[in-house]
């Protein structure tokens, strides 16, 4: 049975910084890509960030509107994926969701979200 277990998220005052994790268990974490995705109130689920596996791993893509501020990262032995926040503004207020893709399968598997808010 997968699952992904992300950290609680907080109240951060803008401009602060904030570092979610999100820990996988039964797949084989090295070979899925990893991703967060969050969903503001009222709105579509949109892509924060992914970081490739496999024999390609660490490659990584973010949205125009993160860039810069937001770094995802993964720890393989930890079977782990991270999201450094830095610079939060309000617009980043949203349920922040974790996500495994096997590319070789396509199954897609989602954490049961978090939380993060900022406050201006």
């Known amino acids: 049975q997968v699952q992904l277990v992300e950290s609680v998220g907080r109240l951060v005052q803008a401009g602060g910084s904030l570092r979610l994790s999100c820990a996988a268990s039964?797949?084989?974490?090295?070979?899925?890509?990893m991703g967060w995705y969050r969903q503001a109130p009222g709105k579509q689920r949109e892509l924060v960030a992914t970081i490739t596996g496999g024999t390609i791993t660490g490659g990584t893509m973010y949205a125009d509107s993160v860039k810069g501020r937001f770094t995802i990262s993964r720890d393989n032995a930890k079977n782990t994926v991270y999201l450094q926040m830095n610079s939060l503004k309000p617009a980043d207020t949203a349920v922040y969701y974790c996500?495994?893709?096997?590319?070789?399968?396509?199954?897609?598997?989602w954490g049961q979200g978090t939380q993060v808010t900022v406050s201006s």
């Open positions: 039964g797949l084989i974490f090295s070979l899925n890509r």
């Open positions: 996500n495994a893709l096997n590319t070789f399968t396509d199954a897609k598997y």
